[in-house]
Each structure stands twice: as structure tokens, then as C-alpha cells.
């Protein structure tokens, strides 16, 4: 349990920046911070594995850290706050998805979609902008 909280303290730290600037994103734009939680179970080393997800039920944003490189991890993070911004905007409820599954539903193609464009696209900016401000390297 000590090595799992170490992990967790770690990415704690190592994403700070990441997570200040959504912060930040969040405060101007007049929205609620989502609750993150970091997970740190141990996976198969497949393809496979889960990164993360965003539960409307709970608000929550879960992140898998296992296997995983830091790069993917901020992807993931900045993919599932559009699914929390869609769910903000009403946008997931009006979709009428009905499972997890984009080859069984149509309607959450869309939602994946936009998160994935406007997820990795807003991540890219932002690194781009940290190296640029040499804040990151």
C-alpha cells in the first residue's frame, strides 16, 4: 500500500501544472472543478488496459496511472473534462447514448468525437505553450 500512495504522490506532483491550468480554465470560464481521482491498479500490460473515464453519475474523473506513459495520462485528462464539460452542458443527457460501446452507438460516437478532437488539441496547446514558456521540457 506504501508503493501505491508513493505512485499516487508522484503523479500528484508530476501532473500539478497540468492540473493548475485546468484550474485555471475552470475558474474563467465560471465552472466547477471536477473531482479527480488518480487509480493506480495494477493491469495486464495488454493494449487493452483501461486510461480513464468520466463518470456523470458522480462527476468524478478516474485516471488510471499503471503502465502508462505521462504524456498518454494528460491526454486522457484533458479528454475526459470535455466529457465533463459535455456533461455540464447538458450535451451527454440529450444525446440519448445508451452503452459504452462506439460500435453499438451512434449517439456517443459524437461525444467521443468531440472529446477526442478537442481533448488532444487543447493538451498539445498546452504543452506546446509550457515548452515554449520553458515550463516544461
Same mark, same amino acid.
Given at each position: 500500500?506504501?508503493?501505491?500512495?508513493?505512485?499516487?504522490?508522484?503523479? !500528484?506532483?508530476?501532473?500539478?501544472? =497540468?492540473?493548475?491550468?485546468? $484550474? /485555471?480554465?475552470?475558474? &474563467?470560464?465560471?465552472?466547477?472543478?471536477?473531482?479527480?481521482?488518480?487509480?493506480?491498479?495494477?493491469?495486464?500490460?495488454?493494449?487493452?488496459?483501461?486510461?480513464?473515464?468520466?463518470?456523470?453519475?458522480? !462527476?468524478?474523473?478516474?485516471?488510471? =496511472?499503471?503502465?502508462?506513459? $505521462? /504524456?498518454?495520462?494528460? &491526454?486522457?485528462?484533458?479528454?475526459?473534462?470535455?466529457?465533463?464539460?459535455?456533461?455540464?452542458?447538458?450535451?451527454?443527457?440529450?444525446?440519448?447514448?445508451?452503452?459504452?460501446?462506439?460500435?453499438?452507438? !451512434?449517439?456517443?460516437?459524437?461525444?467521443?468525437?468531440?472529446?477526442?478532437? /478537442?481533448?488532444?488539441?487543447?493538451?498539445?496547446?498546452?504543452?506546446?505553450?509550457?515548452?515554449?514558456?520553458?515550463?516544461?521540457?
Amino acid at each position: 500500500m506504501k508503493h501505491i500512495n508513493e505512485e499516487i504522490k508522484y503523479y !500528484k506532483e508530476t501532473f500539478k501544472q =497540468m492540473f493548475d491550468f485546468i $484550474k /485555471k480554465y475552470f475558474k &474563467r470560464n465560471e465552472l466547477k472543478y471536477p473531482s479527480i481521482v488518480l487509480n493506480y491498479v495494477k493491469q495486464n500490460d495488454d493494449m487493452f488496459i483501461k486510461t480513464g473515464y468520466f463518470d456523470p453519475n458522480t !462527476k468524478q474523473i478516474v485516471l488510471f =496511472m499503471d503502465g502508462r506513459h $505521462k /504524456k498518454d495520462i494528460g &491526454r486522457s485528462f484533458f479528454h475526459e473534462c470535455c466529457h465533463y464539460i459535455q456533461d455540464i452542458d447538458g450535451i451527454i443527457d440529450k444525446s440519448g447514448y445508451t452503452c459504452d460501446k462506439i460500435t453499438e452507438d !451512434k449517439n456517443l460516437v459524437k461525444l467521443e468525437e468531440e472529446a477526442y478532437l /478537442k481533448g488532444n488539441m487543447a493538451f498539445r496547446s498546452w504543452t506546446e505553450e509550457e515548452q515554449k514558456n520553458g515550463k516544461l521540457k
